[in-house]
């Protein structure tokens, strides 16, 4: 998964939030200046920044999970999902940076081990997990000193 793209897709639902945020915000301070104070127009405005909060909220979860997604390697289907609900729900940039994010085979699934220790480490590990054998543990651990 490519954290440079999942970056850039946060960036825009960033930029999204802020700006539905600051709508909302403007929204609500002309509307109660311009003294329209009729329960019809009010209960629908009541009702218009509940579900623009709520759009604010599911773009603040979407960063939320994005972040996660950087760490946790098993979230690309998540991030594919997410990120083709915001291309639907009208966030392009963000969508197609999502859905590029998690097509990308720039990492490995697995972390690569590159030096010597972290792979007696990791070989360690899998045998005190039960893993491997004693057996296969000495025979990896042979080839693992002998390339050296």
């Known amino acids: 998964m490519n954290k440079t793209y999942l970056t850039v897709s946060q960036v825009m639902l960033g930029i999204a939030a802020g700006v539905i945020g600051l709508y909302v915000f403007l929204f609500g301070i002309i509307l109660s200046v311009g003294s329209i ?3 019809f127009v009010m209960g629908n405005f009541v009702v218009v920044m509940f579900i623009i909060a709520l759009i604010v909220g599911l773009h603040i979860l979407v960063m939320v999970r994005f972040q996660k997604a950087k760490t946790d390697y098993s979230m690309k289907q998540e991030v594919l999902i997410w990120s083709i609900l915001l291309l639907i ?12 994010a998690s097509n990308d085979k720039q990492e490995a699934d697995s972390p690569v081990i590159n030096s010597v220790e972290d792979k007696l480490k990791h070989l360690d590990q899998l045998y005190d997990k039960g893993l491997i054998t004693l057996e296969e543990y000495q025979i990896r651990r042979k080839k693992i000193i002998e390339s050296i």
Do not use: E, P, R, V
């Open 37 to 39: 104070y009729n329960g």
């Open 89 to 100: 729900s009208g966030n392009i940039i963000a969508g197609i940076f999502g859905i590029l």
